[in-house]
């Protein structure tokens, strides 16, 4: 089994933030790792696959990075409709896995 | 549009059984694998089980392997998930997912239900 670190598991922050989160892996998955968001009574939502590839619809606010290890999502610029928890998953490998999840909140 | 509606949670005893279902419309089901993913009462998502578009192949979550049956009917759309010798700590909405990759071995879940909640009491 994978393991994730995500941190942090809270993030406080203003609207017009630039904030960081972080998933590192037990081993190594290429770049086999996909970023979700949900809110409060919904489902997740898919924001980055392959790492780094944003999906349809995505603000470009959003990235991701890296490989290997070490992942980071990035939002450039927080709006009001960003605060959400976030999460990371590997699908590298069976079985998959997801971080414990960055709850980002307003400060 | 995508669709996928989740079915046939509820209570269920500790050891109890129960069967999910998922009912997918608006794309080729025959084509995409499918997902279930958990997540317990304030907690995090939890993946659960993956079965590949043609059922060929099948895994799952350690906390669930030997009590949980991934299956589907692509002649219906619908996915399943058997439940067996259920516990407390299954307690969780449960949300079925569709595959982003066509006639792959698993990618990212693009689309999800809105979720069933099944809860393990006596």
């Known amino acids: 089994v994978i393991w994730m670190t995500q941190s942090p598991s809270l993030l406080s922050a203003s609207t017009g933030d630039r904030v960081t989160i972080s998933c590192r892996m037990s081993q190594g998955i290429s770049s086999y790792l996909a970023w979700y968001q949900q809110k409060p009574g919904k489902a997740p939502e898919l924001l980055i696959y392959?790492?780094?590839t944003l999906q349809s619809g995505v603000p470009s606010r959003f990235s991701g990075s890296g490989s290997g290890t070490d992942f980071t999502l990035t939002i450039s610029c927080l709006q009001s409709e960003d605060f959400a928890t976030y999460y990371c998953?590997?699908?590298?490998?069976?079985?998959?896995?997801f971080g414990q999840g960055t709850k980002v909140e307003i400060k | 549009q995508v669709q996928l509606v989740e079915s046939g949670g509820g209570v269920v005893q500790p050891g109890g059984s129960l069967r999910l279902s998922c009912a997918a419309s608006g794309f080729t089901f025959s084509s995409y694998g499918m997902h279930w993913v958990r997540q317990a009462p304030g907690k995090g998502l939890e993946w659960v089980a993956f079965i590949r578009y043609d059922g060929s192949n099948k895994y799952y979550a350690d906390s669930v392997k030997g009590r949980f049956t991934i299956s589907r009917d692509n002649s219906k759309n619908t996915l399943y998930l058997q439940m067996n010798s259920l516990r407390a700590e299954d307690t969780a909405v449960y949300y079925c997912?569709?595959?982003?990759?066509?006639?792959?071995?698993?990618?990212?879940?693009?689309?999800w239900g809105q979720g069933t909640l099944v809860t393990v009491s006596s």
């Open positions: 392959a790492a780094s």
């Open positions: 998953q590997q699908y590298y490998s069976f079985p998959w896995t």
């Open positions: 997912a569709k595959d982003s990759g066509t006639y792959s071995s698993g990618w990212p879940h693009d689309y």
